[in-house]
Nanobody, 115 residues
Framework: VQLVESGGGLVQPGGSLRLSCVASGFPFSSFPMTWYRQSPGKERELVGG????????SLTASVKGRFTISRDNDKNMVYLQMSRMKPEDTAVYYC?????????WGQGTQVTVSS
């Protein structure tokens, strides 16, 4: 199983970024996918998830209305579109799949929201 995130960077408050995660090594379309983030000094927190078909997604309250999750099963990709970003969104963002009782993680991508 391999998950590789990309798309992070520095963005000003109020700006937007789209994170991507490409998956390999497992039947991608058969599993829900999730995004987590971890800020310095804090525990890793769930940002949101999307069903295996992409027909439903959920987001934690702090990002609801600003972030959206989508996926492209033909490309084995899952996305996190972030808009109206805030300094408190600064974190390393990880995509994740739970499979056979184990959590699999990518290496993460750093997102910094600062003026």
């Amino acid at each position: 199983v391999q998950l590789v995130e990309s798309g992070g960077g520095l963005v000003q408050p109020g700006g937007s970024l789209r994170l991507s995660c490409v998956a390999s090594g497992f039947p991608f379309s058969s599993f829900p996918m999730t995004w987590y983030r971890q800020s310095p000094g804090k525990e890793r927190e769930l940002v949101g998830g999307i069903t295996k078909d992409g027909d439903m997604s959920s987001l934690t309250a702090s990002v609801k209305g600003r972030f959206t999750i989508s996926r492209d099963n033909d490309k084995n990709m899952v996305y996190l579109q972030m808009s109206r970003m805030k300094p408190e969104d600064t974190a390393v963002y990880y995509c994740n799949v739970y499979m056979r009782g184990e959590m699999f993680w990518g290496q993460g991508t750093q997102v910094t929201v600062s003026s």
